[in-house]
């Protein structure tokens, strides 16, 4: 991908107004914040550049046309921007298949928005494309808009749009992993080491999660390192991952596979590999998240499953968890980012968000909605799934976080599998987390 770059990756895409649109549309341009030394892993010079705000009134009066782009709709997207249509008849949405899967969909959208192509108004951003998106001069600052009409949303969810101090996205939809377990064999979990305790007591107990090579066992592994207090970079870019809680984490999750609390076939499975081995009967444990509950309750399993928010790492610290989902965010080269305002105050909404979760079992981004009667009765674990987002964190705010993912998901994976020193493998680790982020 010609984004890959360095130069590329420096370079701020300028924007171009009206001076109608300049006044429907800024409440004032933002600034970039102080740049950080280039010591220790901190990014060299400021991370987002200068951008245009969304003001929230920028939707008055608003009318016409807008391109709303993402990947392949799975029945939310489509469905969302009908309802909207529906419900007024100054704009119109209509939704744009980019690609048959994320990686297709991300692929053409960064071809469009290199090429400064006005093709779409709103793009369906993955959680962890914010900080390149912002970074790259891309995408309108939202900040005042969710200041505005975010008060409702589950603030971890709304981390997700931060980057550089500022808001560039709002949520869509979100996402936090669970632990699934057979109430015949185990009990909920107090804590990551009673899971481990209670996993290797038998092995009808065994932990199924996502070891294979791959974003899943990046996740997994942040689950662990996040709830023993580590952290990967911090808020400067700063690369702090060479931890002592880190080294704690990785060979808690070696010594899992060693003793048996985890499956050693977790080595293979992605999320469906996860879930079908759990339906089958095997493990007492399964972590994996929402989008599993239908499939295990129709399964053999499904009647004695229960389910419980992710765990702290030795029941005296915080549970943490790290967060998906999808947001909306505002392309500069936007055609009509009035009536883009509309359609994203409109997403945002309580009456939205409730037919959203109620026609697709989709997690919702206000916090009201999880006690919601109706909310519960579609999604029974809605109380869990609530805890897990609310003490859920985002994955490493960096334009370069693919660099980031695949060094913790190969070192991580080269322990479990090749039983590698954990302490090489962190420092490797660190180091090539420490050269990405140097290449912007």
Sequence with gaps: MKSNTRASRRRITPFIAAAGVAALVFSGCSSPGAAPSAAGGQAPQARAPQAPMLAPDADKGATGDIVFCGGKDTGIREATAKRFNAMQSAIRVSYLELGADTSAARTAAIQRLEGGSTDCDIYMTDVVW?????????L?????????????????????????GRNWAMPFYTDSALIYYRTDRVKAPTSWKDLYAQAAADPEHKLLL????????????????????????????KVVIDSPQARTALTFMRDGFKNGSIDPASLTYDETGVRRAYESGLGGFQRNWPGAWNGTQASEAGPKTAV?????????????????????????KAKNPGASVA????????????QMVLETAQSPIRAALYSDPEVVAKIPFAPQLKTSLENAKP????????????????????VLSEGSDVDAA????????????ETF
């Design 210 to 237: 996502q070891a294979k090579a791959y974003e899943g066992l990046t996740v997994n592994f942040l689950e662990l390192l996040y709830s023993a207090g580590g952290s990967v970079i911090d808020e400067q870019g």
């Design 308 to 332: 419980a928010p992710l765990p702290s790492f030795d029941g005296t610290g915080k549970p943490a968890g790290v967060l998906g989902g999808w947001n909306l965010a505002v392309a500069q």
């Design 395 to 414: 994955r490493p705010k960096s334009p370069v976080y693919a660099q980031i993912s695949r060094a913790i998901y190969e070192n991580v994976y080269a």
């Design 343 to 354: 359609f994203i105050k409109y997403v945002a909404s309580e009456e939205a968000q409730r």
């Design 140 to 164: 309108y600052d939202q900040t005042d808009l969710v200041k505005a009409v975010g008060g409702e949303i589950i603030p971890s969810i709304l981390s997700t749009t931060e980057y550089d």
């Design 426 to 437: 962190i420092k490797k680790m660190a180091d090539e987390i420490q050269k990405a982020q």
């Design 130 to 138: 914010t900080p390149e998106w912002a970074q790259q001069g891309w």
